[in-house]
């Protein structure tokens, strides 16, 4: 009996290397790269280009590399290094494809408004959300989906502003979102992210940004957000519900340390520089997305200007009905 059992762990390994070397061969990548150029297709559009496919066995994924998709114009606008979506298989016996994990390797992402004010990436995400929307919402699919997570490694985003000539980048963006489609659910949480902004007639702008933003149905909200620049932070949350209504309740607090508040005073000449301003804002923002509400303080600590020294000073403030109190 022992011996039987040795000799079919024996056979069933053997099978099963052999298996998984024809799963990762290019043979197998060519016999399965129709079904999942047509996938892909399918979600982001007939003139999206798609690398090399490939599979692995253990563990169980399929992996799309060089993935390009252009504008009207046939410039290219998302370019995706590889996207490895890794597949539990218990749940293909009762034909639904479990995603646990999609993970997206240097995605880079270029936006452009023209001069006519047109975002150039806009129709293509418009597009993407009507086709995931359509196969979601059909009835006709001999598989369902189901996804759980997705991971960004490496990301970059550049945002270029024809108008106004302003520039905006990030780069080394680590993120993770969890997504529950049937349940209407999302978690997105940005680990880390490096901003750059250059501005036409203002001094350009670099610093970190993390959060975490979860949406439930039309409502989102925003557990933290925070973006560091040099001594300065800017820390928002709250929550936004639904449509339309779309009903606010944010606290937002913006802090400008001593080497911001010198930068600041290159700007204006007229304040004197001394050692240690703060400069910091408290802002609550309520009421509707299309009539928010605004109020909160402003207070400086050690500027100078005209002879006279702000210590412990505070301005409070209201906006309510497009009107500034």
Known sequence: MRKIIIIISIVLFIAIAGLAIYVQSDAFAVMIRPYVTERVAAALGEDVKIGWVKANLVPPYVEVRDISIPDAQGREVVAIHKIRAFINPLPLLIKRISLPLIAVFDPRVTAERGSDG???????????????????SSGSAAYSVVLRTI?????????????????????????????????GNARIAVKSARLHAVFANHPPVTGTL???????????????L??????????????????????LDFKM???FGPDSVARFVNILPFIKKTKG????SDVDLKGTLSNPELSGAFKAAGVSFNGVTLQDAALTFTYRDKALD
């Open 277 to 280: 301003p703060v400069l910091q």
């Open 253 to 255: 607090r913006c802090r």
């Open 210 to 224: 993390q959060s975490l933003v979860t949406y439930h149905y039309g409502k989102v909200t925003v557990d933290s």
């Open 118 to 136: 047109e975002i150039n990436i806009t129709h293509i995400t418009e597009k993407i959300v009507r086709r995931v929307s359509a196969s979601s």
């Open 151 to 183: 991971t960004i490694k490496r990301g970059e985003a550049r945002f270029v502003d024809k108008k106004s000539s302003d520039l905006f980048s990030a780069t080394d963006i680590a993120m993770d979102a969890k997504i529950n489609l049937r349940a």
């Open 226 to 247: 925070e973006f560091a620049s040099g001594d300065s932070r800017f820390t928002a949350s709250g929550t936004m519900g639904p449509p339309p209504a779309a009903a």
